[in-house]
Every structure is written in C-alpha cells, then in structure tokens.
C-alpha cells in the first residue's frame, strides 16, 4: 500500500535552516505530484508547497515564498522541503501528502493519503 | 485566494445521531471539494473528494452534497470513532489550496 515517511525535523534557532525529507513507497513515485501541508500546534491545516511528478513547478504558499524549496529525486523516491530563515511561526508538524487526481481532469487534485508528519519546533 | 469557512466550530452530538458539517467558500469551487478526518495525533484521512464521491475504505454513513459555495458533510449515526476534528477544502483554485479552519464533532 501507499507509505509516505517524513523525517527531519526538530529544534532549530530562528533563523537557522532545517531540510525534511519523505520517503514514499507503494506507488510509481514520479508518476505524481507531491505536497507538503503544516499544523502548528492546536491549530488547522495550511498547504505549504506542490510539486509537479517530475519537478518542472512549483508552488508555495505566500508565507513560506523565498524562503523555502520544495524538490524530488525520482531515482530515489523522495521529497524534500530546504526551509531556510526559519521563524517561530514556522513550528508545525509538517506533513507530506501524495496528489490525488481524475485521470479526466488531472488539473484538479487534492491529498490522499498523508504521511504521519515531522515536527519542526523554532525556538531560542 | 479562496477562502473557506466552516460552521459550526464545534458540535455536541449523541452516538447514533446524526451529524451535519457545513463548509462556504469564498467563491464559487464548483464540486471541487474535499473533506478529511483528523483524530488526534494522527494524520488527516480522506474522506470525500468531488463534494460527494466518498474515498476508498469511507463507510457509507458518510456522505458529502454541495456545489458552488455550500457544501454540507453529513454522518448519519454517529460511531464513537467519528469523534474527531473534520476538515473542508478547496482544489478549484489554486495555488493556494486552502482549508476550512475545521470543525470538531464532540459527544454530547
């Protein structure tokens, strides 16, 4: 089945910079398109960053632009998200989430299925 | 950017009872709609996409309608596992993809 691992997060300074990676499996990886979406604590859901099944867009939300990347490397079934200036408001369980779409209208696509998240705290 | 808005934030339900969540978008999605479960400590789960085709593995007493900017998830008796937090959101538009700011579904 569909497996989606996020790693590398944890305690970082403001200001400092941190790379998550999740490693997908069950599925033709660089067939789809990728997401990264982020919780902070007690609260709701924000998108982050797509990107294309092989890598040629991507989109970030206005909050995280210039700031971080999201990339893929096909030959190894994994996505990265480079967060760089890091601030307090950055502290959120990051989560990856595979594309779903309609074959008839691959335009249109949401989250299905989700990793189980990394935690990223920003803090002196 | 579309915004959505979900109502009401919280609900106090009896197990057997049924349960309704509304979602509005800012403007108009279409049926370009999704819903997700969210329990705590867990990931989100997908539960309808389209406004109303329910994901693979979704019970039945789940059921989602709308189109345009209204939009309503309904669960039809409540099960103790449907206690959770649900969220809408909108694939019309994009970037950004955006979400409710959630709802969650407590026993009365």
């Known amino acids: 089945q569909v497996q989606l691992v996020e790693s590398g997060g944890g305690v970082v300074q403001p200001g400092g910079s941190l790379r998550l990676s999740c490693a997908a499996s069950g599925f033709t990886f660089s067939s789809y398109g990728m997401h990264w979406v982020r919780q902070a604590p007690g609260k709701g859901l924000e998108w982050v960053a797509f990107i294309r099944y092989d890598g040629s867009n991507k989109y970030y939300a206005d909050s995280v632009k210039g700031r971080f990347t999201i990339s893929r490397d096909n030959s190894k079934n994994t996505l990265y998200l480079q967060m760089n200036s890091l601030r307090a408001e950055d502290t959120a369980v990051y989560y990856c989430?595979?594309?779903?779409?309609?074959?008839?209208?691959?335009?249109?696509?949401?989250?299905?299925?989700w990793g189980q998240g990394t935690l990223v705290t920003v803090s002196s | 950017e579309i915004v959505m808005t979900q109502s009401p934030a919280t609900l106090s339900v009896s197990p057997g009872e049924r349960a309704t969540l509304s979602c509005r978008a800012s403007?108009?999605?279409?049926?370009?709609l999704a819903w997700y479960q969210q329990k705590p400590g867990q990931a989100p789960r997908l539960l309808i996409y389209?406004?109303?085709t329910r994901a693979t593995g979704i019970p039945a007493r789940f059921s989602g309608s709308g189109s345009g900017t209204e939009f309503t998830l309904t669960i039809s008796s409540l099960q103790s596992e449907d206690f959770a937090v649900y969220y809408c959101q909108q694939y019309n538009n994009w970037p950004p993809w955006t979400f409710g700011q959630g709802t969650r579904l407590e026993i009365k």
């Open positions: 403007q108009s999605v279409s049926s370009n």
């Open positions: 989430a595979k594309e779903a779409v309609v074959p008839a209208a691959p335009r249109l696509n949401w989250f299905d299925p």
């Open positions: 389209g406004a109303s």
